[in-house]
């Protein structure tokens, strides 16, 4: 069965750190991999994918995320964190067909 | 472009009451889904249309949802009767491929 996990449902950094935020995931064929942004009251956006390309994959404002079918992990980083991406991050995972399966979300907290 | 357009962003209603959602996918997706976020439970998959037909509707939680989608450009989510616990954001996206694309929300308040 397809599975997407996400460590730690909270991660806080200081403005300028790095940000890591990972996910693991389980699937007997390749998947394609997601890493979706939501700010509060907002839809999910997304910030990249992964369809079997390239395994570093670059997304919007600065993200992106490796893809390391030795490890099963899909981790999500940006260099410098911003105030701006305090947000909540979800990974995702779709095994052809139409459905896809998400994480139960990290909530990146960014201190000044 | 615009993007999924769901309406209304906010309902309040009483228990007992029915609710219905509507969404209007992007133009040229042949995929809408329906999802509910809430604290306790995460985002949850409620049911998927492909070309305008149900194809799992697995995670409706009881007879009280019902969804439809009449055409390429139109969807709705129905509760009848509501409750309280059906308070959540419903989302509704849409895909032409692999990646979904999400409206804003509907913000759900059951009295």
């Known amino acids: 069965a397809q599975s997407v996990t996400q460590l730690g449902s909270h991660v806080s950094v200081s403005e300028g750190a790095l940000v890591l935020l990972r996910c693991n995931y389980s699937?007997?064929?390749?998947?394609?991999l997601f890493w979706y942004v939501q700010y509060p009251n907002q839809g999910l956006q997304l910030l990249l994918k992964?369809?079997?390309?390239?395994?570093l994959v670059k997304g919007i404002n600065g993200f992106e995320a490796e893809f390391k079918k030795s490890e099963t992990s899909f981790h999500l980083t940006k260099p410098s964190a911003h105030m701006s991406d305090a947000a909540e991050y979800f990974c995702?995972?779709?095994?052809?067909?139409?459905?896809?399966?998400f994480g139960a979300g990290t909530r990146l907290f960014v201190k000044a | 472009d615009a993007g999924v357009i769901q309406s209304p962003r906010h309902e309040v209603t009483e228990m007992g009451q029915e609710v219905t959602l509507r969404c209007k996918p992007i133009?040229?997706?042949?995929?809408l889904f329906w999802y509910r976020q809430t604290m306790m439970r995460g985002l949850e998959l409620l049911i998927y249309?492909?070309?305008?037909?149900?194809?799992?509707d697995s995670g409706m939680p009881e007879d009280r949802f019902s969804a439809k989608m009449p055409n390429a450009s139109f969807s709705t989510l129905k509760i009848q009767p509501s409750e309280p616990r059906d308070s959540a954001v419903y989302f509704c996206?849409?895909?032409?491929?692999?990646?979904?694309?999400f409206g804003p929300g509907t913000r759900l308040l059951v009295l």
């Open positions: 133009s040229g997706h042949n995929s």
């Open positions: 995702a995972l779709r095994k052809g067909g139409f459905k896809t399966i």
């Open positions: 996206a849409s895909s032409r491929e692999e990646t979904q694309y």
């Open positions: 249309f492909n070309n305008n037909v149900p194809i799992d």
């Open positions: 699937s007997s064929v390749p998947p394609y």
């Open positions: 992964y369809t079997s390309a390239a395994t």
